[in-house]
């Protein structure tokens, strides 16, 4: 099982950038892939973001191409989301998931572990 904790959540102004970061502990040897989604109240988590723990492309959702970044530090066990010309609608609580599996679709329901979540607020 792996432990994951969000942080960099905040408040902003629509065009800004903020870098969320993730940090992960315990079984992450066994850790296939990581990502990032978000959810609303009364919404399903959507897929932002995911990548290969050891290695391999980036996937994106197609509202966020071209502006986020996932990234990842093996060596620290974080996980990175560097988000950029944010939008009103990127207006959500974004987590962190861990899977030992192969995402082939990249559905929440692959994911094994979450973090509790950091909510990021675009706003004027």
């Known amino acids: 099982q792996v432990q994951l904790v969000e942080s960099g959540g905040r408040l902003v102004q629509p065009g800004d950038s903020l870098r969320l970061s993730c940090a992960a502990s315990?079984?992450?040897?066994?850790?296939?892939?990581m990502a990032w989604f978000r959810q609303n109240p009364g919404e399903e988590r959507a897929f932002v973001a995911g990548v290969a723990w050891f290695g391999g492309s980036p996937f994106y959702g197609n509202s966020v191409k071209g502006r986020f970044t996932i990234s990842r530090d093996n060596a620290k066990n974080m996980l990175y989301l560097q988000m950029n010309n944010l939008k009103v609608e990127d207006t959500a609580k974004y987590h962190c998931?861990?899977?030992?599996?192969?995402?082939?679709?990249?559905?929440?329901?692959?994911?094994?572990?979450w973090g509790p979540g950091t909510m990021v607020t675009v706003s004027s």
């Open positions: 315990g079984r992450t040897d066994r850790t296939y892939a």
């Open positions: 998931a861990a899977t030992t599996r192969v995402p082939t679709t990249w559905a929440s329901t692959l994911f094994d572990d």
